[in-house]
């Protein structure tokens, strides 16, 4: 006797609906079988974990305690740090007298960009050094800075520790980094009151910037001496010239230019023609120097023994003595000679004042200067110590080793 499955309307089933119906039954029967092992492993693993008494130890050892001391000490003991922060760069002081020629330009910018860059790195160098320290010492109660008794004990120096220590601490509340691409030297101080912050701060940067332009005290000072010597050269030079040329005027005061009226009379055009010159000169000279000034004497001197030489050439132009006419040639001759080195021995005097002056300029002048590019200001609120950063850090490692303990011994006791 055989069993017919009819559908709900009384139809018998084909073969197709009945393969589908036993499909639906046993996927059904599969889903309870999963969700009743998956319930019976919870209930298995909340088992264990009841009957291990080391679970909640670890728990307490590795997450709880660790985490509870950590927010106990920044959220309750833990003392603020203000941070102040400034931005700097070093620049070289440019002005009139730094300019070159242009065959010059690019040995001169070459040579200033790497005196720059070596100057910042001894910038932070010297920030971070002793000698930074014992200057700061001088200028303000530093180690009391961050020794007071209302410092956490963690974050309080000992006053009575050598500076040895002190440097090691310092450089925990001064750092400097410095941007490779700009030259941007970043200075952060980091001190228990903002006021204290800032003027530290303040006092490190004005400090740096006299170390770094005294560095180059000593070469301005030797150029200087250097061009303050040669200029005395060329001046004795120059005045020794101009004495034989005085000396030559006086030996030749008996000169006649009679027999040799065309030369004289050139050479009388060639006199009026350098005094109109040296007169030119003069009076551009009195625009920028007072008129006692060396270079201003000169000019007259040499005006007033060109007035006078013309003034004999013209008196003796009628005589005819061969004697006299021997006299003039060698006299002019000679005076030739010593009006050229005369013009050299100005000409190098006048670039060698100029050098001195320049030299004079440079030594009493400041040769680089910090450009602020985030000035220093007080702060308003502590960001440091980073208590919410360090405590969620704290736990989620705790977390991690509680997890890990946990399974390595399910693992083992398994």
Do not use: C
């Not at 055989?2 to 197709?16: D, F, V």
């Not at 200087?224 to 200029?231: C, K, N």
């Not at 704290?394 to 693992?411: D, E, H, N, P, Q």
């Amino acid at each position: 006797m055989s069993t017919e499955i009819s559908s709900p309307s009384g139809a018998p089933l084909t073969t197709a609906d009945r393969s589908t119906a036993v499909a639906e039954s046993l996927k059904r029967f599969a889903r309870i079988a999963r969700q009743s092992d998956h319930k019976r492993g919870i209930r298995a693993y909340q088992t264990h974990i009841r009957r291990d008494p080391w679970i909640p130890a670890l728990f307490l050892l590795l997450f709880l305690l660790p985490t509870a001391v950590t927010a106990g000490y920044f959220y309750l003991i833990a003392s603020d740090r203000y941070v102040t922060e400034a931005r700097f760069a070093l620049r070289p002081a440019l002005g009139s007298v730094d300019k070159v020629q242009n065959e010059e330009t690019g040995n001169n910018s070459s040579l200033s960009k790497q005196m720059i860059a070596q100057d910042t790195l001894i910038t932070m160098s010297y920030i971070s050094s002793r000698q930074m320290i014992e200057t700061m010492e001088r200028q303000m109660p530093l180690r009391e800075m961050f020794s007071r008794d209302g410092i956490d004990f963690l974050s309080r120096f000992d006053a009575d520790e050598p500076i040895e220590l002190f440097m090691r601490y310092w450089r925990k509340r001064v750092t400097t980094h410095v941007d490779s691409n700009g030259g941007i030297i970043s200075l952060t101080v980091a001190a228990f009151d903002p006021q204290e912050s800032y003027t530290l701060a303040r006092a490190l940067m004005d400090e740096s910037e006299r170390m770094v332009n005294e560095l180059s005290l000593k070469a301005r000072n030797a150029a200087l001496a250097e061009s303050t010597r040669e200029l005395k050269n060329a001046e004795e030079r120059l005045v020794t010239v101009q004495r034989a040329m005085r000396d030559l005027r006086n030996r030749a005061g008996i000169l006649d230019a009679q027999a040799a009226n065309k030369n004289n009379l050139t050479v009388i055009a060639e006199l009026r023609k350098k005094r109109i010159d040296l007169s030119v000169q003069l009076n551009q000279s009195l625009r920028d120097l007072a008129p006692d000034r060396r270079p201003i004497q000169d000019l007259k001197a040499q005006i007033q023994d060109l007035d006078d030489n013309i003034e004999k050439i013209e008196r003796q132009m009628t005589s005819t003595d061969p004697e006299q006419r021997r006299l003039l040639s060698e006299a002019m001759t000679e005076f030739e000679g010593l009006e050229n080195e005369r013009k050299n021995a100005l000409l190098y005097y006048n670039k060698v004042l100029a050098a001195s002056e320049q030299a004079r300029i440079v030594a009493n002048r400041q040769i680089e200067f910090f450009t602020p590019v985030v000035a220093p200001v007080v702060p308003v609120s502590a960001i440091e110590p980073r208590k919410h950063l360090i405590t969620s850090i704290v736990a989620l490692v705790a977390m991690a080793v509680f997890g890990l303990s946990v399974l390595i011994r399910k693992y083992l006791y398994s």
